[in-house]
């Protein structure tokens, strides 16, 4: 494992994180590395050799980090999915869905039910008889068709803590 994404309700409970996850690793060799956190606090506590180096930070935007695949945004707290372009130049093969739906990764299932309604489409077309590369021309085409193009906007869906903060 290298990396790690956890989640408390106070800074002294980040602090304590942050402290016990640091003698843990250390028995075992490792070092805590790459710690970020929305609160200043917290952030303080750590030492600057092992803070977040390599944040994704564009003018405009919150600062990013990307762990376990997923990015996430320490300001905002959220996590968005991120996924391959996607182009719709080619043909519609099943080989061509299989491609694009391995390009969600998505490790703490987030967006399970979007993939999932992706796999029924590919279980439909091994049922109907497809091969991986022919040209899907029947009605799930369309239902393809839309499952693409709700692809596009999936990185625009962002997943964060809905609880009221204090």
């Known amino acids: 494992?290298?990396?790690?994404?956890?989640?408390?309700?106070?800074?002294?409970?980040g602090i304590q994180l942050y402290k016990e996850l640091d003698s843990l690793w250390g028995t075992a060799g490792m070092q805590a590395r790459k710690w970020i956190s929305k609160s200043p606090e917290v952030v303080?506590?750590?030492?600057?050799?092992?803070r977040a180096t390599e944040l994704q930070i564009t003018e405009g935007q919150e600062p990013v980090v990307?762990?376990?695949g997923i990015a996430w945004n320490s300001t905002e707290d959220t996590f968005t999915i991120s996924t391959a372009r996607v182009t719709t130049e080619v043909q519609l093969t099943k080989r061509d869905v299989l491609r694009?739906?391995?390009?969600?990764?998505?490790?703490?299932?987030f967006v399970s039910p979007f993939v999932f309604k992706a796999k029924i489409l590919l279980q439909e077309l091994?049922?109907?008889g497809y091969d991986w590369d022919d040209v899907i021309h029947d009605e799930i085409a369309s239902r393809i068709g839309s499952w693409y193009e709700q692809l596009k906007s999936?990185?625009?869906?962002?997943v964060g803590n809905v609880k009221q903060r204090r």
């Open 100 to 109: 694009k739906v391995a390009t969600i990764f998505d490790p703490l299932g």
């Open 66 to 68: 990307k762990t376990l």
């Open 44 to 50: 303080a506590a750590t030492p600057e050799a092992d």
């Open 154 to 158: 999936l990185g625009n869906v962002k």
């Open 126 to 128: 091994w049922s109907r």
């Open 1 to 13: 494992m290298d990396d790690s994404v956890d989640s408390v309700e106070t800074v002294q409970e």
